[in-house]
């Protein structure tokens, strides 16, 4: 007759203290809290170091023209036209979600959007993270009037990290009718 001879490792007795339930469930918490610090400190750091520009400029918010709300929001700025990208449909059949999108590799403090067909032209401000990089993309509500015979054009402002203001602009046909009525 053969004889088994069952030899255990001696981590066994270690291994099943560790699965015990009382063990685990204080691992999972730690775990658990550690994944929470990570995600919720950069969100921390970015609100410490953020300006909401809704308080802070709300003449920005108010103003009817885009030179009105540029004024406003950084001061009397030359702006040179180079460097930032915006993107957007010619021609929108419907102005409720109007698609846009906005690049640049400038390295960049702000990032300011303007439009001129609703009766408010600020219409976003970003606040680029250091080494971020600006490349958004974001719907806006475009509203086509008689008066603006459903032409518009979307002004982009960037905030460069040396001092100086860089602007990007795309003009685009918001049809009436269509979906909106």
Do not use: H
């Amino acid at each position: 007759m053969i004889q088994r001879i069952l030899v255990e490792p001696p981590y066994r007795d270690r291994l099943f203290k560790f699965f015990r339930k009382g063990k685990m469930m204080e691992r999972r918490k730690f775990l658990g809290f550690g994944v929470l610090a990570f995600t919720a400190f950069p969100a921390i750091l970015s609100a410490i170091s953020s300006i909401d520009f809704r308080t802070e400029k709300p003449d920005a918010w108010k103003a009817k023209s885009v030179d009105d709300a540029i004024k406003a929001l950084f001061g009397d700025i030359k702006l040179e036209e180079k460097g930032v990208k915006v993107n957007l449909p010619a021609v929108a059949s419907n102005g409720g979600g109007v698609p846009v999108t906005i690049k640049s590799d400038i390295a960049a403090k702000t990032v300011a959007v303007f439009q001129d067909m609703n009766p408010e032209s600020a219409v976003v401000v970003f606040n680029v993270p250091e080494d971020g990089i600006v490349d958004y993309f974001f719907k806006i509500k475009l509203k086509a009037t008689d008066e603006n015979g459903g032409k518009g054009t979307v002004t982009a402002v960037v905030e460069g990290t040396d001092g100086k203001f860089y602007a990007g602009k795309k003009t685009l046909d918001v049809a009436k009718g269509g979906c909106e009525g």
